[in-house]
């Protein structure tokens, strides 16, 4: 059984709200495939409830007619790996969240929680920083939206306030429209396993040069992270090996990885510009770029 | 801790149960007599409690019971039909993917959803592999559990 202290299954976004509000000690459960394993090893930080999993409406995935594709808080990874606006507009969110734990995990995970729990290695995390998604989010005052950079504060902190709840995701047209993007998590196993590095990069090309790089790394600093001296590297150069290899020197500056039993500081680096040359080479292929 | 009243169907037979909110569907279900849903690890990485939820396959150790409100539960008591095996469980027989059998309930009940996903489509070896990632088997080094899977699905043929 779990440890669980305080339980209220919320009817409506109000709702939850309110009983965000009146417990400062109060969190969210989503799919549960975080918070569940937290309290079964027993964490005090989990025990007071507020469950949103009949909130319907914060599953939903769509697009809005300003051209936002929305993804809801609650959506599971199965449903944004499988959906056709995710496919058609954002892959590389889909294509990300297809790398998390197995099946069963997916089938219940939520892009909401992965972003919303801080971890350092969240798989969505680099997809959600390149297309610079937004997150909107309502507590007792009312809403606010809020952008995923800077959204993360430190590990395992994010910069939301007791009472504030995630409704949905929004990615603005001009942040997914005509870039190319991938993401490669470098792990030790091909599944159930957490990045060793998470790395992702949306091109945007003016013929056969690079007019914008967008790269993010997980797992490469306290924080996910976008490497603005590696963009700044990018910018206005031609689709060549010479120009990839200033990137991956570039990125550098950009990270600070450290040593953990998964990997030494020394290993992660050479991962980190081995994946700022793989993934920006395809991502400005996806965007219809030849390497020469 | 309060109770709460849920109404689901397990197998096909209706129950309405008083549970604790603390409680997770696989120890209600065990509970009920359900004895398939296996708890291995409890914190969703060995798959042995997979179950399906409206044809989902969900590790059922971290699913609260509570979720279960008004939804479908399959487990593999309930695949077997009239003293009939279904396809999948004949085929994990006829391969010999059951060894010691303990994570063999969960993972026919991750076969089953996966082979109700993919019907009438090819599919390939990594495929498989992939889509059975949610489950550990100590025994059988996954070869004949793969095998029981190409067996009852479309299989791509591989360069």
Redesign the interface.
Same mark, same amino acid.
């Given at each position: $059984?779990? /440890? =669980?202290?305080k339980?209220h $299954?919320a009817e409506s976004i109000q709702d939850a709200v309110r009983a965000l509000a009146e417990d400062e000690k109060a969190r969210v459960i989503a799919g +549960?495939?975080d918070v569940? =394993?937290r309290l079964?090893?027993g964490h005090g930080d989990y025990r007071n409830l507020v469950?949103i999993?009949n909130l319907d409406e914060l599953r939903e995935i769509r697009m809005d007619e300003q051209g936002n594709v929305i993804i809801g808080a609650l959506a599971s990874f199965?449903n944004i790996i499988e959906h056709e606006v995710v496919r058609a507009h954002v892959p590389v969110i889909g294509e990300a969240v297809n790398t998390v +734990? +197995? /099946?069963?995990?997916r089938?219940?995970g939520t892009m909401g929680g992965n972003i919303c729990n801080g971890a350092v290695s969240a798989d969505s995390a680099c997809a959600a920083l390149v297309h610079e998604v937004d997150l909107v989010i309502e507590n007792a005052e009312g809403e606010r939206v809020e952008s995923i950079i800077g959204f993360h504060t430190g590990p395992g902190r994010v910069s939301l306030k007791p009472g504030d709840l995630l409704k949905h995701f929004r990615v603005r047209p001009e942040n997914y429209r005509d870039f190319g993007a991938c993401y490669y998590k470098y792990a030790m196993r091909?599944? $159930?396993d957490i990045a060793t590095i998470g790395c992702a990069a949306a091109v945007k090309l003016d013929g056969e040069t690079i007019s914008e790089l967008r790269l993010a790394y997980t797992v490469s600093a306290p924080t996910p992270i976008r490497c603005a001296t590696a963009e700044q590297a990018a910018k206005g150069k031609p689709l060549t090996a010479a120009t990839l290899a200033e990137i991956a020197q570039a990125v550098e500056a950009d990270v600070k990885p450290r040593t953990s039993w998964r990997a030494s500081m020394e290993f992660r680096l050479h991962v980190i510009r081995t994946l700022a040359q793989r993934v920006t080479r395809q991502a400005a292929e996806r965007a219809g770029g030849t390497f020469k | 801790m309060k109770k709460q009243t849920i109404n689901l169907t397990v197998n096909g037979k209706e129950f309405t149960l008083d549970v604790d909110v603390r409680k997770s569907l696989a120890d209600v279900l065990r509970e009920q007599g359900f004895t398939s849903v296996k708890q291995g690890c409890g914190v969703g990485e060995c798959g042995a409690c997979t179950v399906l939820v409206d044809d989902v396959a969900v590790d059922s150790c971290i699913f609260l019971a509570m979720w279960a409100n008004g939804k479908k539960v399959r487990t593999t008591e309930g695949e077997c039909k009239n003293g009939k095996l279904s396809p999948v469980q004949q085929a994990y027989v006829e391969a010999g993917a059951v060894q010691c059998g303990f994570c063999t309930p969960g993972l026919i009940m991750t076969t089953t959803s996966f082979l109700e996903r993919n019907k009438g489509r090819k599919v390939t070896r990594e495929e498989i592999r992939k889509g059975h990632a949610g489950n550990l088997c100590r025994c059988t080094g996954y070869e004949t559990i793969v095998k029981a899977v190409e067996s009852v699905v479309e299989v791509a043929e591989e360069e």
């Open positions: $059984m779990f /440890p =669980i202290e339980y $299954m +549960g495939t569940l =394993i079964h090893e469950d999993n199965t +734990g +197995g /099946p069963q995990v089938n219940r091909e599944a $159930m | -």
